[in-house]
């Protein structure tokens, strides 16, 4: 069964402090999982896209990774602002033939806090 | 701007009652997915339709359907509303890019059950 899980499901950090949210998936076959940023009250918008062959991707203050063996990735914010509360979503795409299927997460509510 | 229009915005309703929420998908998008989303729960997926077709299923309640029309515009409608039901619900539309398969959502609605 093709599913997305999200881990922790909430977090509250100091303003200036690292943290590391995570996405596990089933999904098959792969092609590519997008983290996606929420802010509150608007729809996510997508942060940063790795796709089978890449292991990190940076976006700023924003380090993607992804171990395609372990069906993992972890999205990495450093120096946290408060502009980084938000909810930040992973999304899976997978590949099927005349259509496609993307598979959320529940996503992980960020706090941080000054 | 994503491109994909939610209407209304904002909806506030009386328990027992049936309201209609609009998605108009980006030009050329023939997948919709409809989501849930509420503080303790997180993002859920409740159903997705392509060019017409219901193609999968989540955690939809019997209360709710939905429905793709011939112009791809989608329509979620929610009935015998409780309290509970109060949530955000988004949509979101995509189409097949090969690896750069991405989903955009709508600005989402509020939907406030009183």
């Known amino acids: 069964k093709n599913q997305v899980e999200q881990s922790p499901q909430s977090l509250i950090i100091l303003e200036g402090k690292n943290c590391t949210l995570q996405c596990n998936y089933t999904v098959s076959p792969f092609s590519n999982l997008r983290w996606y940023k929420q802010d509150t009250g608007r729809g996510p918008v997508s942060l940063t896209i790795?796709?089978?062959?890449?292991n990190t991707k940076s976006n700023g203050r924003y380090t993607a990774t992804l171990d395609a063996d372990t069906k993992q990735s972890s999205l990495h914010i450093t120096a946290s602002q408060l502009s980084d509360s938000a909810s930040y979503i992973c999304v899976v795409s997978a590949k099927q033939t005349g259509a496609n299927n993307l598979f959320f997460g529940t996503g992980t509510r960020l706090t941080v806090i000054p | 701007d994503s491109g994909v229009t939610q209407t209304p915005k904002h909806l506030i309703t009386a328990t027992g009652q049936r309201v209609t929420l609009r998605c108009s998908p980006r030009s050329g998008d023939l997948s919709v997915y409809w989501y849930q989303q509420s503080l303790d729960q997180g993002l859920q997926f409740l159903i997705q339709y392509y060019n017409g077709e219901e193609r999968a299923k989540g955690n939809i309640l019997e209360r709710f359907s939905a429905q793709q029309f011939p112009d791809l515009h989608s329509e979620l409608n929610l009935s015998s509303l409780e309290l509970g039901d109060s949530a955000l619900y988004f949509c979101?539309?995509?189409?097949?890019?090969?690896?750069?398969?991405?989903?955009?959502f709508g600005q989402g609605t509020r939907l406030t059950v009183v």
């Open positions: 790795m796709t089978f062959s890449e």
């Open positions: 979101a539309s995509s189409r097949w890019t090969g690896s750069n398969t991405e989903a955009f």
